[in-house]
Nanobody, 121 residues
């Protein structure tokens, strides 16, 4: 059994900052790309940012320059630093990772349970 557990969501005023964390746990042999997606009410789940095992980031255009993704491979954890938050950033944020479990040969996609981020005055 492996799982991703997010933390750090909450309510913040426009222009504020939040830092999300996502820790992977369980019988993990390896973790490849990790990332964050978000889903606003009534909308599809969209990419926010991903980061390769080697640390190369990739961002959606609407968060470039405001969000920063990072990871700590020793802790199996990925972070999302969100600055200059806007009301349109309001969504449930989901952690995602490709992980190989003990006893398996492939790296499979896993999702966290999601954490709510609300940007409002």
């Amino acid at each position: 059994q492996v799982q991703l557990v997010e933390s750090g969501g909450g309510l913040v005023q426009p222009g504020g900052s939040l830092r999300l964390s996502c820790a992977a746990s369980g019988s993990i042999l390896s973790i490849n790309t990790m990332g964050w997606y978000r889903q606003a009410p009534g909308k599809q789940r969209d990419l926010v940012a991903t980061i390769s095992r080697g640390g190369s980031p990739n961002y959606a255009d609407n968060v470039k320059g405001r969000f920063a993704i990072s990871r700590d491979n020793a802790k199996n954890t990925v972070y999302l630093q969100m600055n200059t938050l806007k009301p349109e950033d309001t969504a449930v944020y989901y952690c995602h990772a490709y992980m190989r479990r003990a006893g398996y040969w492939t790296e499979d996609p896993y999702w966290g349970q999601g954490t709510q981020v609300t940007v409002s005055s």
